[in-house]
């Protein structure tokens, strides 16, 4: 599976973006998916993750309410709605796929076994 992130930039605080993740491969409907990231001089972490039907979703505390996962299989894409932007969510944004339940994928990022180049998210005060 190869994955390819899109949809990031440069947005005032208070602001909304909406990330993208475009997979490759036939088998994308039974990967668990995830979005992580990860700021200069830290470790990157768990942002929000989604089941392979959708039906379940988990979100980290700092982005919970602000935040929304989905996926529509027929177009092998994830995709992460953000509003309400804060500065301290400027970081690297990371797509990622697991053999895995989304649950996992919200505890560690050791479960993942496809990531995406990244995509940048800058979100200025």
């Known amino acids: 599976v190869q994955l390819v992130e899109s949809g990031g930039g440069l947005v005032q605080a208070g602001g909304s973006l909406r990330l993208s993740c475009a997979a490759s491969?036939?088998?994308?409907?039974?990967?668990?998916m995830g979005w992580f990231r990860q700021a200069p001089g830290k470790e990157r972490e768990f942002v929000a993750s989604i089941s392979w039907n959708g039906g379940n979703t988990y979100y980290a505390d700092s982005v919970k309410g602000r935040s929304t996962i989905s996926r529509d299989n027929a177009k092998n894409a994830v995709y992460l709605q953000m509003n309400s932007l804060k500065p301290e969510d400027t970081a690297v944004y990371y797509c990622a796929a697991g053999r895995t339940t989304a649950q996992t994928i919200s505890i560690t990022g050791k479960t993942v076994d496809y990531w995406g180049q990244g995509t940048q998210v800058t979100v200025s005060s």
């Open positions: 491969g036939r088998t994308f409907s039974s990967y668990a």
